[in-house]
């Protein structure tokens, strides 16, 4: 997550949060989730969860890949698997989120066939202390 472009600068959260938030989430699908090892070490993965209201689709969330393993195809990889789950399990749409400036992610995105839609700005007003 610290190296997904955002708006403002990554706040990491206690290992507790993060269980309780996305371990216990109730659209969690961990058979969907794609994991990608080298040996026994963990260097990548791209997470899924059920949208609410759309019985046939996934909402794909992040996809990472630790640095040292980054430019060799393995989120694309990724990617592909979990399209592959979607398409033997009945899911008819997949919808995920990048920055603009996420270039590597948008570049996978558009190679798997996502299209684009509507984009979200990210708004920031200045306040002066009044004297
Ligand atoms: C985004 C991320 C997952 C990509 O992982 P990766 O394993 O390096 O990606 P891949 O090797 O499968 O593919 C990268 C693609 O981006 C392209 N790319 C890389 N930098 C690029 C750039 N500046 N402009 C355009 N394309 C670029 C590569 O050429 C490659 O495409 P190709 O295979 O057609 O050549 C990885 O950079 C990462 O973990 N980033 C931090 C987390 C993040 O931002 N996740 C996305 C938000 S959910």
Redesign the pocket.
């Known amino acids: ?1 610290a ?3 955002m708006p403002e600068p990554y706040t990491p959260i206690p290992y507790e949060q993060w269980l309780s938030f996305d371990m216990k989430d109730p659209g969690l699908l961990p058979e969907a989730y794609a994991i990608a090892k080298d040996g026994a070490k963990y260097i ?1 993965l791209s997470t899924v969860r059920r949208l609410d209201k759309e019985p046939h689709g996934f909402h794909q ?7 040292d ?9 990724m990617k592909l698997k979990v399209i592959e789950y979607a398409q033997k399990n009945g899911i008819q749409r997949i919808k ?1 989120e ?2 603009t400036t ?7 995105n558009i ?1 798997l066939g996502f299209k684009r839609q509507v984009g979200w700005i990210a708004f920031s007003k200045t306040l002066t202390q009044s004297p």
């Open positions: 997550m190296d997904v472009p990548g969330l992040l996809t990472g890949v630790r640095n393993y980054r430019g060799k195809g393995i989120a694309y990889a995920t990048n920055a996420n270039a590597p992610m948008l570049a996978i190679k």
